[in-house]
């Protein structure tokens, strides 16, 4: 018999009689009102009677708006809902086999999203053990709950915002509606989509602070009753009572509107919910939590939104040292999770008097924030009302703009409609770039339109700026930019991500003696195209701390990609030295504190890692290596000093270079009619797949459209679309890919281009010049952990064009193909590219042309014959060798690669019978190491299960190795 709900009601109820002898029943007999449907439970507790439902996960709105209802039933004294995860169904499934027992049955189940709401008390939301839940019961009933959960209450305030969001219209024309949420009018489905979510989040946001607002009785406004509200004028009564005092900035936006009349009902629910729930019982850093929290992935996501994690925004702004009456800008302010880390450590450290006027002190003159994003500076007034919400102020320093065009002494003015910023979204990066939107800029003080006020140098910029690399920058806007940035035109580079700008900007405003305080892309660590960033930190500051973390990937809330906190003075003194720090264990707010003491002091501990460096330190280009731990020690890939090695880029007669650069639109190299591919278990640009090949023609099929074309063998050149999935050293046979090159029988409705004949002849031309002899992995981003991955680099003796993902390198001969090859495959290599690799996230790298090129490579011209012999014979032998993935292969040490690495081992002069211990101690080394970047990349993963982090979204952020999300 299958497992229903009423199953799991039945084994519940008979659970809490059997064990605890609690008066429980299900399928209540007793008079419900008409209209209402049954409840599932009722519950008898201290002589007060409660009724409850039990429901689905899948199916969990339908069971809130039914146990919202039964407190509502004659003699109830409250209600409960206990939240069923779908996987139980499963699990009690099989347990049935062996047991009847209901103790058995559900021993060690979690219900999730439960609440039960108790005579004068709020609700309580959590997810409960079966275990627990006669206690709960108690602890709730008996007005003494746990903590609260705010966890919890993000889950279901998503699940609401999702539910809520599908009333709102979808038709034709609806878009420039949710145009206030993301600031442009949206074009596409998953902006529109984003859009349409956000826009009931705000309506959320907006009933949450109405309800502290109210909490505070003092103010005289009532709190909002459900049965009250029938149509969107009714919402608008309470919110316009606020308004004609002060909040506009919060309550203005008109929402409500958006709603038809049928969701009234839903909104009624949604209404009794933050009422019963009574948000006001978090503490107010709970609360700046969760209105950060709330904001959906889906409406983050087009607009780049991604905000600094609470306990990290309070590191930061206590190693910049913010206090009293520190002027504090943010310049890509976002929620305002900074400037609201700054209001903390102002008012914990202002030696002022404590008047009543300080608040308004700080939010008037002393903490400034500019967003391009409305729905994010928004948010930034709602946390910094939420300090102190009783107490108003009309000239909040917040204002939607982008600051990159701003200079010292400029005028924020009132909220006006200008053309957005290309910065509005990441697809303004397109090279044509789209039509833009209008939207308000301007200061969004709370009484409305906001007063204008004046651009001042801060002491401490605080800023998490935008990580967008600058292929996603359009050249236009590239140019506007560098036109922009004048004044600091010695260390601009066209190159540089769109960081950079903000960090510029910082520049220009700070003072001498200001700090900077950034959470900033890793990439200013090492990448070259930062290095025009690191020389202007050289030259006019002293950095003071660098601050990393091994156990999670980034700073950033949603972020998966590497960042680190940087602090840093603008002086010409360097006599004080700079505290680089590695944090081994989660950063949590109860512990900040004391961390930072730790990074200051340079004491370090197990739960962080401290190295104290002179400034000169810095002169390097590659700061990557000074953290401790962010690389492999270099010692470990030290080789012996008269080991028969050169740089890569000495090797004569060879040339390294991108593979095929592909671009959707391109005149020579659209994927559209250039690629045909062998099917791979993830999402490619591939429009054309391969489903059958013999030795004249090759059968491609396009699934849209549904068409399909023979294409001669002469027409195509062999071409290799990732590294992922190639076991073997060496491409023999039929490749996994084609390139079309030449014109073939019944081709029209192949191509794209109207013109193929002239567009060949350029496409010939680029595919000449990427034709290589290897294919090294990682121009684009490579996961070194994915089962995918196999090798870093395999060889073709006829040749072979790589796509944009891979290196192609062309060699002067066979015999230095498949040393090299060899070579670049061995775990001395690996250890190299480990040491230089550029992070994306976790395990998931990246390497760039001058790593490579200064990359130590076996010699050939050194080799003497027997050596020379040896390994290209071991080369011919393993190519009909399949290898295991990169993390098999130093997990478990297979004859492949001991036999691959002992050849090279010996090559390079190390005695035989020392090379057994030492690869043995390189494989545990790297196997640390990869197990250290996965577990970092799991922290990240789970809190993106909690729907907090981005995952790539653009092809150009495809993981060589793994799928495309």
């Not at 330190?617 to 290596?625: G, Q, T």
């Not at 063998?713 to 996994?736: C, Y």
Request: overall charge neutral; some cysteine.
């Amino acid at each position: 018999m299958p497992v229903s709900e009423d199953t799991i009601n039945d084994l519940v109820a008979d659970y809490l009689r059997g064990e605890f002898d609690v008066d429980i029943t299900t399928q209540p007999t007793g008079q419900i009102p008409a209209g209402r449907r049954k409840p599932d439970f009722e519950l008898h507790w201290d002589g007060k009677t409660y009724f409850g439902e039990g429901e689905w996960l899948s199916s969990y709105g339908r069971g809130l708006q039914q146990a919202l209802d039964f407190g509502e039933i004659p003699g109830a004294s409250g209600w409960f809902l206990l939240g069923y995860p779908d996987e139980i169904k499963r699990e009690v499934t099989q347990r049935r086999l062996g047991s009847a027992d209901p103790a058995t049955l559900l021993r060690g189940l979690t219900f999730r999203q439960c609440l039960l709401k108790g005579p004068g008390t709020p609700a309580d939301l959590r997810q409960v053990r079966v275990e627990d839940l006669h206690a709960w019961i108690g602890s709730v009933l008996a007005a003494r709950p746990p903590a609260p959960e705010p966890a919890e209450f993000i889950r279901l305030m998503h699940y609401v915002v999702g539910n809520l969001a599908t009333f709102l219209p979808k038709t034709k024309g609806a878009a420039r509606l949710f145009e206030h949420v993301v600031a442009m009018i949206p074009s596409k489905k998953d902006e529109e989509d984003a859009a349409r979510t956000g826009a009931a989040y705000l309506l959320l946001n907006q009933l949450v602070f109405y309800r502290l607002l109210a909490g505070h009785t003092e103010l005289g406004w009532p709190q909002m009753e459900a049965r009250s509200v029938r149509s969107p004028l009714d919402v608008k009564v309470y919110f316009d009572r606020v308004m004609q005092q002060d909040y506009h900035a919060i309550f203005k936006t008109n929402v409500i509107d958006l709603f038809p009349q049928r969701a009234f009902p839903f909104i009624q629910s949604l209404i009794k919910l933050v009422s019963e729930l009574q948000p006001e019982a978090f503490t107010r850093t709970l609360l700046g939590t969760i209105f950060h929290q709330l904001i959906p992935e889906p409406v983050r996501k087009p607009v780049a939104a991604f905000y600094t994690q609470p306990p990290a925004a309070r590191l930061l702004v206590g190693l910049a040292g913010v206090h009293g009456s520190d002027r504090v800008s943010d310049f890509a302010c976002g929620s305002g999770t900074l400037l609201v880390a700054a209001y903390e450590a102002k008012s914990e450290t202002d030696s002022r008097p404590n008047s009543q006027s300080r608040h308004a002190t700080y939010l008037e003159q002393e903490l400034t924030g500019i967003d391009i994003m409305p729905f994010a500076a928004h948010l930034a007034v709602v946390q910094l009302a939420l300090m102190n919400p009783t107490q108003w102020t009309n000239r909040v320093q917040v204002a939607v703009d982008n600051s990159l065009e701003k200079r010292v002494g400029d005028v924020v003015r009132s909220l006006e409609r200008h053309a957005v910023s290309p910065q509005t979204r990441l697809s303004h990066f397109a090279e044509e770039p789209e039509e833009r939107a209008r939207t308000v800029r301007g200061a969004v003080s709370t009484n409305g339109a906001g007063a204008q006020f004046k651009l001042v140098p801060p002491q401490v910029v605080l800023m998490n700026p935008p990580f967008s690399r600058k292929q996603f920058i359009s050249k236009e806007y590239r140019k506007e930019l560098a036109t922009s940035f004048t004044d600091e035109a010695k260390f601009h580079r066209n190159d540089m991500g769109y960081w950079g700008y903000f960090v510029l900007l910082a520049d220009r405003f700070l003072p001498d003696g200001g700090k900077l305080a950034l959470v900033i892309s890793a990439a200013l660590l090492r990448e070259g195209s930062s290095a025009s960033i690191r020389e202007m930190l050289r030259s006019k500051y002293r950095l003071d701390f660098i601050v990393m973390s091994a156990s999670r990937t980034a700073f950033s809330e949603d972020a998966s990609f590497p960042d680190f906190l940087l602090v840093a003075t603008k002086t010409a003194d360097r006599s004080k030295p700079c505290r680089v720090a590695m944090l081994h264990a989660p950063l949590e707010l109860e512990g900040v504190d004391w961390i930072r003491t730790r990074i200051e002091s340079g004491e370090g501990a197990p739960e962080v890692a401290v190295a104290t460096l002179a400034q000169d330190r810095f002169a390097a280009d590659d700061w990557l290596p000074l953290v401790p731990g962010a690389v492999p020690d270099e010692s470990s890939i030290l080789l012996p000093k008269t080991a028969p090695v050169c740089k890569l880029g000495a090797v004569s007669g060879l040339g390294l270079i991108q593979g095929i650069r592909m671009e959707s639109g391109s005149e020579f190299a659209n994927p559209a009619d250039m690629l045909v591919s062998s099917e791979r278990s993830y999402e490619s640009r591939a429009a054309w797949k391969t489903t059958k090949e013999d030795a004249r023609v090759v059968v491609a099929y396009n699934p849209e459209g549904a068409r399909e074309v023979t294409i001669p063998r002469h027409a195509l050149l062999p071409a290799l679309r990732t590294i992922s999935g190639s076991r073997r050293l060496e491409v023999k046979g039929r490749p996994p890919d084609y390139v079309v090159a030449e014109r073939f029988p019944h081709d029209t409705e192949f191509w794209v281009t109207k013109n193929p004949e002239g567009m060949l002849v350029r496409r010939r031309k680029h595919l000449r010049s990427r034709v290589g002899n290897i294919v090294f992995g990682g121009y684009g981003n490579l996961n070194l952990s994915a089962e995918g991955t196999s090798l870093l680099a395999v060889a073709s003796k006829s040749g072979i064009a790589p796509t944009w993902n891979c290196w192609s390198v062309k060699t002067p001969d066979w015999d230095t193909t498949r040393i090299l090859t060899l070579w670049w495959n061995s775990t001395f290599n690996l250890l190299y590219l480990l040491h230089h690799r550029m992070e994306v996230e976790g395990a998931t790298m990246k390497w760039r042309k001058p790593s490579l090129e200064a990359a130590p490579v076996l010699d050939i011209r050194q080799l003497d014959a027997g050596t020379k012999a040896r390994l290209l014979a071991l080369f011919d032998r393993l190519t009909v060798v399949d290898f295991p993935s990169i993390a098999e292969q130093y997990a478990k040490a297979p004859p492949q690669r001991t036999e691959l690495d002992s050849e090279v081992g010996r090559a390079l002069g190390i005695a035989k019978e020392e090379l057994p211990s030492r690869l043995n101690d390189l494989y545990r080394l790297v196997s640390d190491e990869l197990t250290t970047l996965r577990s970092r990349m799991k922290a990240t993963s789970l809190a993106k299960s909690h729907g907090h982090v981005r995952r790539p979204s653009s092809i150009e952020e495809h993981v060589d190795g793994g799928p495309v999300d």
